[in-house]
């Protein structure tokens, strides 16, 4: 595969100056335009809550420690909904080539905000299944201004159908299947979640229902999506190809009335702790739905509870409980129990210890960590200056938040 050129020395300019000069415009010449300015840069300092638009054109991409590079989801996007975007699960120090509209990648440093939820309880009642605006369910934050995209309905059930003989369409487990296919369900409309399936096991060379798992019930569909079964690839090359005929099995859809899909158009101002939502509807019979809000922390600092004893130099303190725990969740779906929403990365502190003790004093935040979900706990993991004696219980609580960061990009 080629890969596109870096610029160097003599090539183009890499960004415009934003077209200021001590914070005036030139006269005569519109900001935001590559070739009218000196002191062009392939750096990037994004506060907590900002985002830039990668511009037009094909960039060498290297997102700070504490950045996300994201990417609209084009499937998720129509008149009135926003959409979604998607987060590249990668690691800080890696680069990557993306091809830029000027609208459908960015960088984004949400430390300190709000990037998702747990549904905890559906609710019951709501009116009007959908999406958005459409089904008159609000979700406001306590704090940090975030903006939500509500859903109603239309999630996948867990029971795959085997329908009865004569029923249209009618299901079928196929033959000649030598592998597991792979399954892939219709889209919803767009702002809804994506609903996903696999198969766990053929019998006889044939799927049944019982062996289709649906792994993401999915949100905001109309009506109940078809289940289309791609052969594996290696049926082609199996002594006998297979399979002879094509399986066919049967979703419906459950959740009527029930909140199923919640995320954020606009993930607000940074935060020190975890907003509650809240949800109106448009019933006054509504029982209101209840969840939970996925935070992107970092860890800024600790305060200490107990300071320790005989604690020698190279005590670390590292966060543990960083994500929110799926067994609380309404759904089966990813999105909702934060699998997919941020990759959480532990923080890690280097102590300070004066006289055997942890003190808060010229704390070395080693890494601040990244997508930490709720306030986490911290672990104090000591080293002990004496084999005879044992230090006490150790106990700080993190301080969390956001925290600036600069990303490189770079012309290709």
């Not at 392939?42 to 990668?54: H, K, R, S």
């Not at 296919?181 to 767009?190: F, K, T």
């Not at 029982?287 to 005590?315: E, K, Q, R, W």
Request: aromatic share 6%; charged share 5%.
């Amino acid at each position: 595969m080629a890969v596109p050129r870096i610029g160097g020395l003599g090539s183009a300019p890499v960004l415009p100056n934003p077209g200021l000069v001590n914070n005036a415009t030139v006269a005569g010449k519109p900001p935001f335009v590559a070739g009218y300015y000196s002191g062009f840069t392939n750096t990037i300092t994004l506060f907590p809550g900002e985002v830039y638009n990668i511009p037009p054109g094909t960039w060498y991409i290297t997102p700070g420690p504490y950045t996300f590079l994201q990417w609209l989801d084009p499937v998720t996007v129509t008149t009135g909904v926003t959409g979604l975007w998607r987060t590249k699960p990668t690691s800080a120090t890696r680069a990557d080539f993306v091809e830029s509209d000027g609208s459908n990648y960015r960088l984004a440093n949400m430390t300190g905000c709000a990037v998702g939820a747990v549904i905890t309880s559906g609710g019951a009642g709501y009116p009007t299944n959908g999406i958005g605006t459409a089904n008159g369910v609000t979700c406001a934050a306590s704090s940090g201004a975030s903006t939500w995209t509500t859903i109603v309905g239309g999630a996948v059930s867990l029971t795959v159908t085997s329908t009865t003989a004569g029923a249209s369409p009618a299901s079928t487990g196929g033959s000649g299947y030598n592998f597991p296919p792979i399954c892939v369900i219709d889209a919803p409309p767009a702002g809804g979640m994506q609903a996903t399936a696999y198969v766990t096991a053929l019998s006889a060379g044939t799927v049944v229902a019982a062996n289709v798992v649906i792994t993401n019930q999915g949100a905001g569909y109309s009506t109940a999506p078809n289940l289309t079964f791609l052969p594996d690839p290696r049926e082609a090359i199996s002594a006998t190809p297979g399979p002879t005929t094509q399986a066919l099995q049967i979703l419906t859809l459950t959740a009527t009335g029930q909140l199923t899909g919640l995320y954020p158009t606009n993930h607000g101002t940074v935060l020190t702790g975890v907003p509650t939502l809240t949800f109106a509807g448009t019933s006054a019979s509504t029982s209101a739905a209840t969840a939970t809000t996925i935070m992107n922390f970092c860890v800024t600092s600790y305060a200490i509870t107990s300071a320790g004893s005989t604690l020698g130099a190279g005590t670390v303190v590292v966060s543990v409980s960083n994500t929110i725990a799926a067994s609380v969740n309404f759904l089966t779906n990813p999105l909702h129990n934060g699998t997919g929403v941020t990759f959480p990365r532990p923080a890690r502190i280097m102590a300070t210890i004066t006289g055997g003790l942890i003190t808060t004093t010229s704390q070395v935040v080693e890494d601040a960590g990244l997508g930490i979900q709720q306030v986490p706990s911290t672990l104090v993991q000591p080293v002990i200056t004496s084999t005879t004696s044992v230090a006490p219980v150790t106990q700080v609580a993190p301080n969390v938040g956001g925290v600036v960061d600069t990303s490189l990009i770079q012309s290709s």
